[in-house]
Protein backbone atom coordinates (compact mmCIF):
# COMPACT_ATOMS: atom_id res chain seq x y z
CA UNK A 1 0.00 0.00 0.00
CA UNK A 2 2.67 2.01 0.74
CA UNK A 3 4.44 2.11 -2.17
CA UNK A 4 1.15 2.56 -4.50
CA UNK A 5 0.50 5.97 -2.54
CA UNK A 6 2.92 7.75 -4.60
CA UNK A 7 1.85 6.38 -8.09
CA UNK A 8 -1.66 7.13 -7.17
CA UNK A 9 -1.06 10.92 -5.91
CA UNK A 10 0.61 10.99 -9.59
CA UNK A 11 -2.54 9.64 -11.13
CA UNK A 12 -5.22 11.89 -9.54
CA UNK A 13 -3.01 15.25 -9.78
CA UNK A 14 -2.74 13.97 -13.62
CA UNK A 15 -6.29 13.75 -13.69
CA UNK A 16 -7.11 16.68 -12.18
CA UNK A 17 -4.74 18.33 -14.79
CA UNK A 18 -6.33 16.89 -17.58
CA UNK A 19 -9.93 18.48 -16.64
CA UNK A 20 -10.86 20.74 -18.92
CA UNK A 21 -11.59 24.35 -17.98
CA UNK A 22 -15.55 25.20 -17.50
CA UNK A 23 -16.83 26.94 -20.78
CA UNK A 24 -16.64 30.46 -20.96
CA UNK A 25 -19.40 33.15 -21.98
CA UNK A 26 -20.38 33.19 -25.86
CA UNK A 27 -17.78 35.43 -27.47
CA UNK A 28 -19.31 39.14 -28.65
CA UNK A 29 -17.77 40.92 -31.50
CA UNK A 30 -18.06 44.63 -30.06
CA UNK A 31 -16.18 43.17 -26.77
CA UNK A 32 -12.98 42.47 -29.29
CA UNK A 33 -10.57 39.94 -28.39
CA UNK A 34 -10.56 38.36 -24.86
CA UNK A 35 -8.24 36.29 -23.23
CA UNK A 36 -8.15 33.98 -20.16
CA UNK A 37 -5.02 32.98 -18.53
CA UNK A 38 -4.56 29.88 -16.06
CA UNK A 39 -3.85 30.27 -12.73
CA UNK A 40 -0.47 29.17 -11.38
CA UNK A 41 -1.83 25.96 -9.75
CA UNK A 42 -3.22 24.92 -13.23
CA UNK A 43 0.13 25.67 -14.08
CA UNK A 44 1.79 23.65 -11.84
CA UNK A 45 -0.98 20.67 -12.53
CA UNK A 46 -0.20 21.03 -16.21
CA UNK A 47 3.52 19.74 -15.51
CA UNK A 48 1.62 16.33 -14.35
CA UNK A 49 -0.45 16.15 -17.52
CA UNK A 50 0.46 15.09 -21.04
CA UNK A 51 1.38 17.28 -24.31
CA UNK A 52 -1.31 19.50 -25.34
CA UNK A 53 -0.77 20.98 -28.67
CA UNK A 54 -1.83 25.04 -29.29
CA UNK A 55 -5.20 24.06 -31.59
CA UNK A 56 -5.79 27.41 -33.96
CA UNK A 57 -9.80 27.44 -34.94
CA UNK A 58 -11.68 30.33 -37.42
CA UNK A 59 -10.51 33.15 -38.58
CA UNK A 60 -7.27 35.51 -37.53
CA UNK A 61 -8.48 39.04 -37.92
CA UNK A 62 -5.78 41.77 -36.93
CA UNK A 63 -6.73 45.16 -36.44
CA UNK A 64 -4.45 46.43 -38.95
CA UNK A 65 -6.97 43.84 -41.33
CA UNK A 66 -10.08 46.01 -39.82
CA UNK A 67 -8.39 49.05 -40.33
CA UNK A 68 -8.69 48.62 -44.08
CA UNK A 69 -12.05 47.05 -44.11
CA UNK A 70 -14.64 49.71 -45.13
CA UNK A 71 -18.27 50.44 -45.37
CA UNK A 72 -19.34 49.74 -49.29
CA UNK A 73 -16.97 47.48 -50.25
CA UNK A 74 -18.12 44.61 -52.05
CA UNK A 75 -18.20 40.91 -50.84
CA UNK A 76 -15.45 39.57 -52.90
CA UNK A 77 -13.23 42.71 -51.62
CA UNK A 78 -14.36 41.24 -48.24
CA UNK A 79 -13.18 38.16 -48.73
CA UNK A 80 -9.61 38.68 -50.03
CA UNK A 81 -9.11 41.05 -47.10
CA UNK A 82 -10.29 39.00 -43.93
CA UNK A 83 -10.38 35.58 -45.80
CA UNK A 84 -13.77 33.41 -46.56
CA UNK A 85 -16.12 33.60 -43.56
CA UNK A 86 -16.42 30.42 -41.02
CA UNK A 87 -19.68 30.99 -41.06
CA UNK A 88 -22.22 32.15 -43.88
CA UNK A 89 -25.66 31.28 -43.10
CA UNK A 90 -27.97 30.58 -45.52
CA UNK A 91 -31.20 32.47 -43.54
CA UNK A 92 -28.36 35.30 -42.66
CA UNK A 93 -26.97 35.96 -46.50
CA UNK A 94 -26.02 39.32 -45.70
CA UNK A 95 -24.09 39.17 -41.88
CA UNK A 96 -20.48 37.22 -42.37
CA UNK A 97 -19.03 35.75 -39.31
CA UNK A 98 -15.10 35.38 -38.20
CA UNK A 99 -14.99 33.66 -35.16
CA UNK A 100 -11.70 32.84 -33.65
CA UNK A 101 -10.36 30.74 -30.99
CA UNK A 102 -6.97 29.94 -29.60
CA UNK A 103 -6.16 27.52 -27.00
CA UNK A 104 -2.72 27.18 -25.93
CA UNK A 105 -1.34 24.17 -24.62
CA UNK A 106 -0.63 25.88 -21.33
CA UNK A 107 -4.30 26.38 -20.83
CA UNK A 108 -4.55 29.86 -21.81
CA UNK A 109 -7.73 30.48 -24.61
CA UNK A 110 -7.92 33.58 -26.80
CA UNK A 111 -11.09 34.12 -28.88
CA UNK A 112 -12.76 36.75 -30.70
CA UNK A 113 -15.30 37.51 -33.73
CA UNK A 114 -15.98 40.06 -36.18
CA UNK A 115 -19.10 39.89 -37.95
CA UNK A 116 -19.70 42.04 -41.26
CA UNK A 117 -23.11 43.49 -42.22
CA UNK A 118 -23.55 43.94 -45.93
CA UNK A 119 -26.72 45.66 -47.64
CA UNK A 120 -29.00 44.52 -50.52
CA UNK A 121 -26.43 45.39 -53.16
CA UNK A 122 -23.74 43.11 -51.60
CA UNK A 123 -21.98 46.03 -50.23
CA UNK A 124 -20.48 46.69 -46.10
CA UNK A 125 -23.18 47.95 -44.43
CA UNK A 126 -21.20 48.49 -41.27
CA UNK A 127 -19.28 45.48 -39.21
CA UNK A 128 -18.40 44.83 -35.92
CA UNK A 129 -15.54 44.03 -33.92
CA UNK A 130 -13.39 45.92 -32.01
CA UNK A 131 -10.27 45.68 -29.43
CA UNK A 132 -8.63 43.11 -31.62
CA UNK A 133 -4.30 42.45 -31.27
CA UNK A 134 -2.52 43.08 -33.67
CA UNK A 135 -0.44 40.99 -36.43
CA UNK A 136 3.05 41.43 -34.02
CA UNK A 137 1.16 40.42 -30.57
CA UNK A 138 -0.29 37.46 -32.41
CA UNK A 139 2.92 36.02 -33.60
CA UNK A 140 4.27 36.63 -30.33
CA UNK A 141 1.37 34.89 -28.23
CA UNK A 142 1.90 31.82 -30.71
CA UNK A 143 5.74 32.07 -30.91
CA UNK A 144 6.69 33.79 -27.76
CA UNK A 145 8.94 36.70 -26.95
CA UNK A 146 11.17 37.15 -29.61
CA UNK A 147 13.34 38.81 -27.55
CA UNK A 148 13.77 35.70 -25.36
CA UNK A 149 14.32 33.32 -28.72
CA UNK A 150 17.20 35.95 -29.67
CA UNK A 151 18.98 35.98 -26.44
CA UNK A 152 18.83 31.83 -26.14
CA UNK A 153 20.56 31.77 -29.53
CA UNK A 154 23.20 34.12 -28.59
CA UNK A 155 23.62 32.29 -25.19
CA UNK A 156 24.09 29.11 -26.87
CA UNK A 157 26.32 30.29 -30.29
CA UNK A 158 28.77 31.77 -27.51
CA UNK A 159 28.30 28.47 -25.32
CA UNK A 160 29.84 26.77 -28.40
CA UNK A 161 32.65 29.21 -29.15
CA UNK A 162 30.43 30.40 -32.67
CA UNK A 163 30.54 33.67 -33.52
CA UNK A 164 27.58 35.50 -33.28
CA UNK A 165 25.05 36.11 -36.38
CA UNK A 166 24.74 39.86 -37.97
CA UNK A 167 21.18 40.91 -39.07
CA UNK A 168 20.74 41.63 -42.50
CA UNK A 169 19.50 45.46 -43.07
CA UNK A 170 16.07 43.77 -43.18
CA UNK A 171 16.07 42.99 -39.96
CA UNK A 172 16.44 38.89 -40.32
CA UNK A 173 18.86 37.40 -38.21
CA UNK A 174 20.54 35.75 -40.96
CA UNK A 175 24.04 35.78 -41.74
CA UNK A 176 27.32 35.37 -40.22
CA UNK A 177 29.91 38.09 -38.41
CA UNK A 178 33.23 38.31 -39.78
Request: with cysteine; proline share 7%; aromatic share 8%.
Amino acid sequence: MKRSAPLLAAMILAGCASKQAAPTAPVVASQGAQTTTVTQLQKFMWFFSPYRPDIQQGNFVSQEMMAQLKVGMTKDQVKFLLGTPLMADVFHGDRWDYPFRLAKGNGELTTSAVVVYFDKDGKVERFEGGNLPTEQEYIARIAGPIKAFQKAEKAAAEAQGQPQRAPLPSGQDTGTAK
